[in-house]
C-alpha cells in the first residue's frame, strides 16, 4: 500500500500544471484535428485528463477559449522585416499570416466571428494591427491613406478573404437550383464566367480559380494600388 500511495504521489508530482497556455494549445489541437465546431469545453478537459471546472479558471467561457487561441494563431506569423521597403515587408507578413490560416482551415471563420461580435479586437490582435499601421508609416504613409489601406486591405492582413464565389465542393446538391442550360439562359455571364474559371488547368483566365494565385493577384494589385497614391 505503501508503494501505491508513491506512485500515486509521483504522478502528482511529474503531471503537467494546468496553464492557460496549455488550454489554449490543447483547443487548437482539437479544431485542428476535428474542426472547431467539435471543440467542447468537456472535450477539452477530457484531453487535459482535468474535470470541466479546472478550466474555467483560465478561460471564463467559450467565446474567451476562442479568442485566445485567435491569439495563439496571430502569435505564429512572422514578425514584420525591417531591412526592407514598406510593400515587401507588408507582403511578406501578410503571406505569413495566409501560411498560419492554411495551417488551420477553421481559424479564418472564428477570426471573422469574433472580430464582428467583440466591441474590439483582443490586445494581440489589436498589437498585430498596430504592427502593421506602423509598416505604412514608416513608409511614408500620411494618416488618410493609412486609414484607407486598412479598410481596402480589410481581412487580407489576417490571410483571408471574404469571397464571392466560393468552392462548393464537398456541399450537399442544392434541390433548388435551376437546370444547367435553365442556369446558362438565366445568368448568361455569370455561367461564362464560371466556365472560364473552372477548376482545372485548361482555363482560359489564367491558372484557373487558384485560391492562392487569387489571393496574390488581389494583395499585390492592392500594393500597387496604394503605392501610386503615395505622395
Given amino acids: ?51 470541466p471546472m479546472a478550466l474555467y479558471k483560465h478561460v471564463a467561457n467559450k467565446n474567451e477559449l476562442l479568442d485566445g487561441m485567435i491569439d495563439v494563431l496571430v502569435g505564429e506569423i512572422d514578425p514584420p522585416v525591417t531591412d526592407t521597403d514598406w510593400k515587401t515587408a507588408v507582403r511578406l507578413r501578410v503571406l505569413s ?35 502593421m499601421i506602423g509598416i505604412f508609416r514608416a513608409g511614408g504613409f500620411p494618416l488618410d491613406l493609412v486609414h484607407h489601406a486598412m479598410h481596402v486591405m480589410g481581412s487580407r492582413l489576417l490571410g483571408f478573404s471574404q469571397e464571392l464565389f466560393e468552392d462548393g465542393a464537398g456541399r450537399e446538391p442544392d434541390p433548388d437550383a435551376l437546370p444547367p442550360e435553365e442556369m446558362a439562359a438565366r445568368y448568361p455571364h455569370l455561367t461564362e464566367l464560371a466556365m472560364a474559371v473552372a477548376h482545372d488547368e485548361e482555363s482560359v483566365v489564367g491558372p484557373g480559380c487558384d485560391d492562392q494565385y487569387e489571393f496574390e493577384f488581389a494583395l499585390d494589385l492592392t500594393l500597387d494600388g496604394l503605392a501610386r497614391l503615395l505622395p
Avoid at 482539437?30 to 472547431?36: R, T
Avoid at 482551415?105 to 483582443?122: M, N, Q, Y
Wanted: proline share 5%; aromatic share 2%.
Fill in 1 to 51: 500500500m505503501v508503494e501505491i500511495t508513491g506512485q500515486t504521489d509521483a504522478v502528482h508530482r511529474t503531471r503537467t500544471p494546468l496553464s492557460r497556455a496549455r488550454v489554449l494549445s490543447a483547443a487548437v489541437a482539437l479544431a485542428d484535428e476535428g474542426g472547431v465546431d467539435a471543440l467542447s469545453m468537456r472535450k477539452l478537459a477530457q484531453v487535459l485528463d482535468v474535470v
Fill in 97 to 131: 499570416a495566409r501560411r498560419m490560416l492554411l495551417r488551420h482551415p477553421w481559424a479564418s471563420g472564428v477570426i471573422e466571428a469574433r472580430l464582428k461580435a467583440r466591441a474590439a479586437p483582443t490586445p494581440v490582435v489589436m498589437a498585430y494591427l498596430d504592427s
